[in-house]
């Protein structure tokens, strides 16, 4: 057994804070170990339930991470002693337990980070549905339980619990291989991982539902896999540039509600508020993720979200460089909603009648007739050019679209401002 510290105060938030980090490593080693992601996910929970007996008493371990490997590896022992079917693949599992109790590793976290990486790509594979992707990876590398990540994806928690099944049981159906994919498989596999990670934080920046506009904890989930991710890949450009890209966006979140908190759009925000420290250290990251070879996606996004955070206020912000940098990622990523923001910029740099042309352009497009912020950004166009009616249709389209209680109350609040009605819109329609 490792050495532990004494127990000292807030020894219950450090043993959290080591559960959260360690959970990706442990269950990574355990599924390279075993080769099963179901045994793996018990006996990891094992693991964690016997420290939440042993720490609070006697301290978090020197090593907590080599210590919950070590108890891990000797509860899936135990479970396949009593299962005849492993008789075979038990004697060599044993022999290796044994040697990891003796002689545990002197750093976990060394030991472990191409475990996790194969674990990444794993809960990614193109094999597995789209839907089963970012549920597998929320569970088993973010640790969330099947009802946090049921409501991450708008789902009830048996619909979600049967998702986790069926794609674990088609990676042991399929054979797909925890591993991380060679040279060759990286540039189609990667892209699959980076959307993951992005749709997470994106659920995080905006709610689908419930009262509150943000949830912080998806999103500090999606940053805080990034993060490793970068680490396992540190030359990778793309990589750098989504993780610069959360970082930049995130560090804005405690402006972005009032007290009361009601929505507050980028020009009303209290730039005092937001996160420095996490700009500056998103704002360092963008260099790497823009040079030695051309930009990707997510740096081109980077870089437009640096000159926001960089700017005193809106009339200071370089919105011809952000245009721009819109031009370049639609020859990146073309897609309407990169032309909606590109039209959004272009009314700050040429004002709301060149942006409603744009956006006009764009009202046939499939994508966007059930995409809340094309609607606001129409409606506000339309309330600044003094056409309230029009305006005020808009908004109500918007409204109908608006998934968390924050959104609605904002939209209701501007809708009342054209229509002359209560905030509460009872009166409306």
């Not at 109790?101 to 976990?108: F, G, L, N, V, W």
């Not at 500090?220 to 990034?226: D, K, M």
């Not at 600044?384 to 609040?413: F, K, S, T, V």
Request: hydrophobic share 45%; proline share 7%.
């Amino acid at each position: 057994m490792n050495a532990v510290h004494e127990q000292a105060p807030g020894t219950g938030s450090a043993v959290e804070s080591v559960f959260r980090e360690e959970h990706g490593r442990l269950l990574a080693s355990l599924v390279r170990r075993f080769g099963d992601l179901d045994l793996a996910e018990e006996v990891a929970s094992d693991a964690i339930e016997a420290a939440l007996v042993h720490w609070p008493a006697q301290g978090v371990p020197a090593r907590p991470g080599a210590w919950l490997l070590t108890t891990a590896r000797r509860k899936a022992v135990d479970r396949l002693r009593r299962d005849h079917t492993y008789a075979a693949r038990l004697a060599v599992l044993q022999v290796e337990a044994d040697r990891a109790a003796s002689t545990p590793p002197a750093d976990a976290a060394a030991a472990l980070p191409d475990e996790r990486l194969q674990l990444f790509f794993t809960c990614t594979h193109p094999a597995l549905p789209a839907e089963a992707r970012g549920a597998l990876m929320l569970r088993c590398l973010a640790g969330l339980t099947t009802a946090e990540v049921a409501r991450a994806y708008l789902v009830p928690t048996a619909t979600m619990a049967q998702r986790v099944v069926r794609a674990k049981k088609k990676i042991r159906e399929a054979r797909i291989p925890f591993r991380t994919p060679g040279a060759d498989e990286l540039p189609e596999r990667l892209p699959g991982v980076l959307q993951v990670l992005y749709s997470v934080f994106t659920e995080g920046y905006a709610a689908s539902s419930g009262p509150d506009l943000q949830r912080p904890d998806l999103a500090e989930e999606a940053i805080r896999l990034a993060r490793i991710l970068r680490r396992l890949l540190p030359t990778d450009r793309e990589v750098t540039g989504l993780l610069a890209l959360m970082l930049l966006v995130h560090a804005r979140r405690g402006a972005r509600t009032g007290p009361d908190g009601r929505l507050v759009l980028l020009e009303d925000q209290d730039r005092s508020r937001w996160d420095h420290p996490l700009i500056e250290e998103g704002l360092a990251l963008v260099p790497a993720a823009l040079t030695g070879g051309p930009p990707g996606p997510y740096g081109v996004q980077a870089a437009i979200a640096a000159l926001h955070d960089e700017a005193a206020d809106l009339a200071t912000t370089d919105w011809p460089q952000i245009v721009a940098l819109y031009d370049v990622l639609l020859t990146l990523a073309p897609s309407p909603v990169v032309a909606l923001n590109r039209a959004a910029a272009v009314a700050m740099r040429d004002g709301p009648e060149a942006s409603l042309a744009l956006l006009d352009e764009l009202a046939d497009e499939e994508r966007l007739r059930g995409y809340l912020p094309y609607h606001v950004a129409r409606a506000d166009l339309l309330q600044r050019l003094d056409r309230p009616a029009e305006a005020a249709a808009a908004y109500r389209q918007a409204l109908g679209l608006a998934g968390n209680e924050a959104e609605q109350a904002h939209l209701r609040h501007r809708l009342s401002t054209v229509e002359l009605l209560p905030p509460d819109g009872t009166a409306g329609p």
